[in-house]
């Protein structure tokens, strides 16, 4: 017999998916994603939102972001509609709030009365009391057992693929999977010189992670390039105007006339330009990493072990994970692989990556650069 528990707010299980899809809602025409963060959190957040404009064709789905979200979204082709910056706020956009802007946001989207809004921003602790404020008919999304309710929950476990606990959430709210990941084109094709300078292959390089443990040495970062340049390669190296630094540092060690930071040079249509137009792309477990990934361009990602089973590609043939088996904080010892809101944190930002070999992410490198110029030549 089937069976509908709490957490289904009482509907019934339509189909399977990436866990169950449950009957749809009726009269859907206006739907609100609350997804915070940079990025890679957009990138994560991208199937379950193809997913609901799939199940819901005729709405408009508004994105609840950030800036750069905001960005990002106006230079590709994407199942978004709109965004709507949000406010500063405890747990969901970091920053000193306002409590006149925080209210100024809430009585402007109640105004557009969403019928279903979908909560894909952590575990709820903060965000579901955010999403409650919005006022919509319907409410879905994940849940902490200290979190909020909201009509239809899945239950909120760390360690799970973040595009997938997605795509379960977006079941819960009646939509059935499109895709398992990203996909993403550019608006306007070309326009930066590095991809129009001559045929040899660019290898876009980015450097940079928002955690400190998760960034590969630059040491082995420059090492890399200077071997891809030694290949007959062109390097682009990437990042925001906080990794300018660390950038040109790289591009200086690698010593090559092929090697070259643009990090802080070029904004968002600029880096969807040179990504979309790269051979491969090598990255941390970063934004710019998910987002090459997305725009179909072949990619070699460093990662701790741990942020692989959250974040890591899911086919091989495309994209290649060098993963480090690190458990413990290379200083004090103190087990990393707890994490989250409550996990305890220590105040060591070394490297968690550095084992990882470079001449094991160049053989990558070169095999991934070899397919392409292979089928390019096809």
Not at 8 to 27: H, I, R, Y
Not at 276 to 293: E, F, I, K, T, Y
Not at 352 to 361: G, K, Y
Request: proline content about 6%.
């Amino acid at each position: 017999m089937e069976q509908r528990t709490a957490e289904s707010g009482g509907a019934a299980v339509a189909a399977v998916g990436v866990g169950p899809v449950l009957e749809k809602f009726d009269g859907v025409s206006r739907i609100a994603v609350l997804r915070g963060g940079g990025l890679g959190d957009l990138m994560f957040a991208i199937p379950a939102m193809a997913a609901l404009k799939a199940a819901y064709p005729t709405s408009t789905l508004t994105l609840l972001g950030t800036p750069v979200h905001q960005a990002l979204l106006a230079a590709v082709e994407s199942p978004v509609d709109e965004v709507c910056v949000l406010p500063y706020a405890e747990g969901v956009r970091p920053g000193t709030e306002d409590p006149a802007d925080l209210e100024g946001f809430f009585t402007r989207m109640r105004e557009r009365r969403f019928d279903l809004a979908v909560q894909l921003h952590g575990g709820g602790r903060y965000s579901n009391p955010f999403l409650l404020r919005l006022g919509a008919r319907h409410t879905v999304g994940t849940r902490t057992p200290d979190a909020a309710g909201l009509e239809r929950t899945v239950p909120y476990i760390y360690y799970q693929h973040e595009p997938l606990r997605a795509l379960e959430v977006a079941g819960f709210a009646g939509a059935a999977p499109v895709d398992l990941e990203a996909r993403l084109a550019p608006r306007v094709l070309g326009g930066q010189d590095m991809t129009a300078k001559d045929s040899s292959p660019l290898v876009v390089i980015h450097p940079g992670a928002t955690d400190p443990r998760r960034r590969w040495p630059a040491e082995q970062f420059a090492e890399l390039a200077a071997a891809c340049a030694a290949d007959g390669g062109r390097v682009a190296i990437v990042g925001d105007a906080g990794e300018q630094q660390l950038a040109e540092h790289i591009a200086a060690l690698a010593s090559s006339p092929a090697v070259q930071s643009v990090a802080g040079k070029l904004d968002m249509a600029g880096l969807v330009a040179l990504l979309a137009g790269a051979a491969v792309v090598v990255g941390n477990d970063s934004g710019p990493r998910h987002l090459a990934q997305a725009l179909g361009i072949p990619t070699v990602g460093i990662f701790w072990v741990g942020n692989v089973i959250n974040a890591g590609a899911l086919a091989r043939t495309l994209h290649r994970i060098h993963m480090a088996w690190v458990t413990a904080c290379p200083v004090c010892g103190i087990d990393v692989t707890q994490v989250g809101w409550t996990a305890p944190r220590c105040g060591h930002d070394e490297s968690a990556v550095a084992s990882v070999q470079v001449q094991d992410v160049l053989e990558d490198v070169r095999s991934l650069l070899a397919t392409t110029l292979g089928r390019e030549a096809a």
